[in-house]
């Protein structure tokens, strides 16, 4: 039986589902897309009545904002299925206030709570075969804003469209993640959108991130704009530092984005007495405790992502490999945010919703 909305939802369902043609044990990140998808337009003013349609692709003109100045906004968010075969979202809050809050830095209308919520329940149980159990197992959901006035003077956008589509998910990353410390591109700025989740932000990051790549790095640690001397966060993830048996990461400010997960590792980190410092790390700092051995680990922190080790970076044409290490911080504290997100473990924090 389809979730009956709170909220007037208009609901046309698939006729054949197209699950039957995925291979579950070898997704690669956000390539395969479920049967179907919300949509509401923003029109003259207000939002219209949101949809859910079989998935398709869009007709927009050529001229609609969006192609041509990036108006546009994103989230990142996950579904578990817990062993009874109930749908869980984490922190599902923090991903709506944080698209309203992109939305107003780039000028676009914020978008209502009931919409949001209904959309995301009633799209999750009509999704609910595409969310497979088992830790590790999850529905990748990206709700996104769009401009779509047909008009190229450059101005905010009159209409809009909000989205949400969802994808199979396992691992973001497969393999080991090593990085490069950014020494001469930024990621943002102060006073930029760094703090958002704007479409432009990870475009911005592509082209470094390829000169990366070619030396066989996965992701840049974004250094401050100002001075490059402060670690800040990673193309897909924010990021911790294990210096002896102290966590540091990076404050929020409005060149960083204020990450779910990153901000659940800290609360879990202050449960289980593990000492956290949210301060700025210098390079140099890091290359010291690289150097002296006091340079435990280096994880990555993201939805897509969830824990991911780092095991080498490179700095001013440097390498330092920090190698596997066994009792690590990032097992613990994934372990630990899985079992809350897979409704394993007690939610102390309240941090689960059920969907
Ligand atoms: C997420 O972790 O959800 C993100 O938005 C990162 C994305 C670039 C894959």
């Known amino acids: 039986m389809i979730y009956q909305p709170k909220c007037k939802i208009e609901i046309e369902t698939v006729k054949a589902t197209s699950i039957h043609d995925v291979d579950f044990d070898t997704l690669e990140f956000g390539k395969i897309f479920t049967d179907h998808m919300f949509v509401c337009d923003y029109e003259n003013g207000a939002w219209k009545t949101p949809k859910i349609m079989p998935y398709q692709a869009l007709s927009i003109e050529p001229s609609a904002r969006v192609f041509h100045y990036g108006q546009a906004v994103f989230e990142g968010m996950k579904a578990y299925k817990d062993a009874d075969d109930m749908i869980w979202l984490f922190r599902p809050d923090e991903n709506f206030n944080r698209i309203n809050k992109s939305a107003v830095r780039l000028a676009i209308p914020e978008f209502p709570e009931a919409y949001f919520f209904e959309g995301l329940k009633t799209l999750l149980n009509l999704e609910s075969d595409w969310i497979k159990k088992g830790l590790g ?70 082209y470094p ?60 980190a202050a449960d289980n007495n593990i000492e956290c410092e949210v301060r700025h790390l210098k390079v140099k700092e890091l290359k010291d405790a690289a150097r002296n051995g006091t340079l435990k680990e280096i994880f990555g922190a993201g939805t897509a992502a969830v824990v991911s080790p780092i095991i080498a970076f490179e700095h001013a044409g440097e390498v330092f490999e920090l190698g596997k290490f066994k009792d690590s911080y990032a097992n613990f504290l994934k372990e630990k945010l899985m079992n809350i997100q897979y409704n394993i473990d007690e939610d102390v924090h309240n941090w689960r919703y059920k969907v």
């Open 137 to 206: 197992n999850s529905l990748y959901i990206r709700p996104f804003v769009i401009a779509t006035e047909q008009a190229i003077s450059a101005s905010p956008s009159n209409a809009y469209k909000f989205m949400i589509i969802c994808s199979p998910a396992k691992a973001y990353y497969t393999g080991d993640v090593r990085v490069l410390i950014a020494e001469k591109y930024s990621r943002s700025a102060n006073g930029g959108v760094g703090f958002a989740k704007a479409a432009g932000n990870y475009a911005a990051q592509f």
């Open 209 to 268: 991130t390829n000169l990366a790549n070619k030396k066989g790095l996965q992701q840049i640690i974004w250094t401050d704009a100002g001075t490059h001397e402060n670690l800040e966060e990673a193309g897909t993830m924010n990021i911790f530092f294990r210096i002896g048996d102290k966590l540091i990461t990076a404050p929020n400010n409005d060149r960083i984005l204020d990450g779910v997960t990153r901000k659940s590792l800290i609360q879990l």
